[in-house]
């Protein structure tokens, strides 16, 4: 290969054909599942990348140079694990579909969604680093909270102009039905008040009472 060559080949790819340090998804998937493990195992306190690098088979050296910190790391599992997660909850949100029923149905699945203690646990997380890692705490409300809002509020444009919802503001609504939904459930198991998961009862009950709450505010009936 002449120095023309060389310079044209791809960044990620090393003579031979391999890999580049840090850009082999293979590797990168080994530690992931590994990181997975452990935090599942031992907790985000509880694991160290020593444990990492020895679940997942790998140096401290070559985990080191896929992710710089533990937070990292944390951050790129949930990123995935969410990632997947909302894309499942936007396909609910079905704009052929009665507007009460998928709210109540996205409601739902959204409650038990968060509910679960790795997605309480990423969010603790999360909230402990942002003041000094402020790019985490902004992708992760990009990528999660803020992209489904932006998904709902789609769902309900689509509805008002079909002139079955009132809304002033899409996403403003959207915003405030996603808080409604959460009441009594997700805050006090995000600050560890309450450690037992929701049962269904209890989340359609919040579910119900915020979709009535949004139809109140946002129905045909609340056209002033």
């Known amino acids: 290969m002449d120095t023309t060559e ?6 990620t790819e090393r003579r031979g054909g391999r890999p580049a340090a840090g850009t082999d998804p293979a590797k990168r998937r080994q530690i992931l599942e590994g990181a997975g493990r ?14 990492v690098a020895r679940e997942a088979q790998v140096s401290k050296a070559t985990l080191y140079v896929y992710f710089q910190d533990k937070e990292h790391l944390f951050t790129a599992i949930c990123a995935e694990r969410r990632d997947r997660n909302i894309s499942e909850l936007i396909t609910l949100l079905d704009p052929a579909q009665p507007v009460d029923a998928t709210l109540r ?6 409650m038990v969604l968060l509910s679960t203690p790795f997605v309480i646990a990423a ?11 402020p790019e985490i705490g902004k992708e992760f409300f990009e990528a999660g ?26 996403y403003l609504a959207a915003a405030q ?25 209890e ?5 119900d009472s915020a979709v009535a ?12």
């Open 213 to 224: 709450m949004f139809l109140a505010a946002y129905g045909p009936a609340a056209r002033g």
């Open 177 to 201: 039905f996603l808080e409604l939904v959460q009441s009594l459930i997700f805050r006090p198991r995000l600050y560890g008040a309450i450690t037992e998961t929701p049962t269904e009862a």
């Open 123 to 133: 969010h603790r997380i999360v909230i402990g680093v942002a003041e000094r890692m």
């Open 38 to 51: 452990m935090f599942s195992t031992l907790g985000f306190d509880g694991t160290s990348m020593s444990d």
């Open 203 to 207: 989340i359609n009950t919040v579910v």
């Open 6 to 11: 060389a310079q044209a080949a791809p960044a």
């Open 105 to 110: 149905h996205f409601g739902r699945q959204m």
């Open 145 to 170: 909270p803020k992209r489904t809002a932006v998904a709902l509020a789609s769902f309900i444009d689509t509805h008002v102009e079909a002139g079955r919802l009132h809304v002033p503001d899409s």
